[in-house]
């Protein structure tokens, strides 16, 4: 071992003492650094997969849409099917309607699905709480949870609908009575936005409430998995003009590119401000050594007396603070992990302590809070708390450097 | 038993200090030649440069004219000195974070990974100057005395050819100063080690085997 590092592990673990108070003040400082990186960017990390998860569960891995409706769906799900990687095609129609339940009106997305074909792409039996697909059919509508409550409706209840198409009729004083629907089930998908705002009906229901005949406004796709929806895409968008002229596909990632960007976007500050703990620690480190030159002076010209070169007494400095980083990087990776490992239970704890439990499961996505940390960002994490860590050595390593051994030996 | 060629050279050694505008020159051609087992010691009045032409000995700082060499050669670099020089210094200068042994054993890492025997060679340095029971206490348990003894073991823990000795009693009592300067001479005699030692004392200088005294930048033998 260099006695530079030799030296710097005994100035950082002095002998005859269990920890310096140094040590212990700089490496917690990282440590807790890195712990809180590690928490925040997995907590975002769940967020985003599981938003990502949703999406994909909600929408198939590709969507085929058209501007206007598609008039020969089964050609182009036949088409469809036959295509590489595609192992699922169910197509939907979907407009707004007015839902109203004892004069309490909504206007949810409604969306129409082809009962045959739907859990072929979409896993909706996963999410239906009460009730089952299987009692779906032309006289009854799914809620989601979240309008259920609001409207007040329950299983089994009546709920009436108005369409658009009802509206025109309307115009030429045509009567037309709202259509009633039995609720034969309630759904819960875990996002707010698609729990408050979806309703799902028969395909053959929502063609008639928007008077589109045999036709479709779209497909879900499901891919074989580990294949690219992007290259898919491409490759559909290819074949598509045959066969549905006006109508193009699109990956998940590419129809929701906005809203992930901004999931990501919010990643990306949350690591990049706390990042900065870290750089304050490093900041504290780099003090600490600075003053530890200062305090070392003679040593350090001792050092030179001995026979040791400037540059292996910088490196002496250089030493203690990537240990120090090291150290605190290590702490940090185990404290953050212990912390996502009981994150629930931390929750739990204190939403049962300030009474927001019911608060929580209402205004969050999700009432589990769900955690997930990437290899990547792990090792960025990791390497950049070490490489700040240890070009906090460097100023004090680059004054200890600079000092004259017979200055530092005569000084007070 | 002094002979051979000169261990330590020193030739027209002339340094000058410079503050503000005026200039003070604290060596003036400055000759002394340290045989091998020879003890030196250098007397001279507070601020008459006996500390500056100790760390020009030892490679420290440089000469503005003259030049020092070690056993011949006029290389006094860093990577030379730990084998070369031991220093033994006023104040000490141990590690407070090593232990007694780890600071003797520290002299042999600057020049390279310590092996058991080396740390053998440490414990009996420290033997040799009574602190065989104290190898495992820090600076901070040892006495003034005590600490200036680990220091003495340090400076010959590589076998150097010349121990340079600044003052080694400036912070002890007479008598553990008088004890420091007779464990200084008797192992430096056992060694073989030329002893160069810079003294305010005239009974320590005066059991070297020559003396020379420093005065208005000049080095004078004193009989």
């Known amino acids: 071992m260099p006695w530079s590092l030799y030296l710097a592990l005994k100035q950082l673990f002095p002998s005859g003492r269990r920890l310096s108070f140094f040590t212990a003040i700089s490496v917690a400082g990282v440590m807790l650094g890195v712990a809180l990186l590690i928490v925040s960017v997995s907590v975002m990390g769940g967020f985003g997969r599981e938003i990502r998860r949703m999406i994909i569960d909600t929408q198939g891995d590709v969507q085929v849409r058209s501007g206007a409706f598609i008039d020969n769906p089964e050609e182009i799900v036949a088409t469809l099917a036959d295509q590489p990687d595609v192992t699922g095609v169910t197509p939907f129609a979907e407009g707004v309607v007015m839902l109203q339940y004892d004069y309490k009106p909504a206007f949810p997305a409604l969306q129409g699905i082809d009962v045959d074909r739907v859990n072929d792409v979409i896993p ?13 059919d032309d006289d009854s509508v799914i809620l989601s949870a979240q309008l259920a409550r609001s409207l007040g409706v329950h299983y089994g209840d009546t709920v009436e609908v108005y369409s658009p198409l009802m509206l025109e009729l309307m115009k030429n004083d045509e009567v037309m ?31 008639e409430l928007y008077g589109l005949g045999g036709g479709v406004h779209g497909f879900n796709l499901k ?24 109508a193009f596909a699109r990956s998940w990632m590419d129809a929701n590119s906005d809203f992930l960007f901004v999931v990501q976007l919010e990643k990306n500050m949350i690591f990049f401000l706390l990042m900065f703990i870290i750089v304050v620690a490093a900041f504290s480190v780099m003090s600490s050594l600075l003053i530890s030159v200062v305090r070392k002076t003679r040593e350090i010209g001792l050092l030179g007396a001995m026979g040791g070169r400037a540059r292996d007494v910088a490196l002496c400095f250089c030493y203690q603070a990537l240990v120090i980083g090291v150290g605190g990087t290590v702490l940090g990776v185990g404290l953050g992990m212990t912390v996502l490992h009981f994150r629930n239970d ?29 290899p990547g960002d792990l090792t960025l994490i990791v390497s950049m708390a070490i490489i700040v860590s240890a070009l906090a050595g460097v100023i004090p ?3 200890a450097a600079q000092l004259n051994p017979v200055e530092a030996l005569r000084s007070e | ?26 060596l003036r051609g400055i000759d002394l030649s340290v045989a091998p087992g020879e003890s030196v010691s250098i007397t001279g009045e507070s601020g008459s440069g006996k500390s500056t032409l100790l760390h020009l000995l030892a490679g420290l700082d440089q000469p503005d004219a003259g030049e020092v060499s070690w056993a011949g050669a006029a290389d006094t670099v860093a990577a030379r000195r730990g084998r070369f020089l031991g220093m033994v210094f ?16 520290m002299a042999a890492r600057m020049i390279g990974p310590v092996s058991g025997a080396e740390r053998e060679r440490a414990a009996a340095l420290l033997a040799r100057v009574g602190l065989a029971d104290r190898t495992d206490h820090v600076p901070a348990q040892l006495s003034g005395g005590e ?30 100063g008088d004890a420091v300067v007779e464990l200084l001479l008797s192992l430096c005699g056992e060694t073989d080690t030329a002893l160069v030692l810079v003294t305010h004392n005239p009974s320590h200088a005066a059991k070297t085997t020559r003396r020379v005294a420093l005065h208005a930048g000049q080095l004078q033998p004193v009989t």
């Open chain 1, 177 to 207: 009575l709202p259509t009633e629907l039995r609720v034969s089930g309630i759904f819960e998908i875990g996002h707010q936005a698609l729990d408050s705002s979806v309703v799902l009906v028969t395909l053959r229901r929502m063609q």
């Open chain 1, 346 to 374: 931390l929750i739990a704890g204190f939403t049962r302590l300030t009474g927001s439990e019911e608060a929580l499961r209402r205004f969050y996505e999700f009432s589990n809070l769900p955690a997930y940390t990437s």
């Open chain 2, 147 to 176: 600490r200036q003894r680990v220091a003495v073991a340090r400076a010959l823990m590589n076998r150097p050819q010349v121990l340079l000795a600044d003052e080694p009693t400036g912070n002890l009592d007479e008598r553990t």
């Open chain 1, 124 to 136: 909706l039996n996963d999410y239906i709480r009460v009730g089952t697909l299987d009692d779906l």
């Open chain 2, 1 to 26: 038993m002094i002979s051979g060629d000169p261990v330590l050279t020193a030739k027209g050694l002339t340094k000058t200090f410079r503050s503000g505008e005026r200039t003070l020159e604290v």
């Open chain 1, 397 to 399: 390593a680059w004054r």
């Open chain 2, 90 to 105: 006023q104040s000490f200068y141990l590690m407070p974070e090593l232990t007694a042994l780890e600071n003797v054993t």
């Open chain 1, 223 to 246: 891919l074989t998995p580990g294949s690219d929806p992007d290259r898919v895409a491409r490759r559909l968008n290819g074949v598509l003009p045959d066969v549905a002229p006006g």
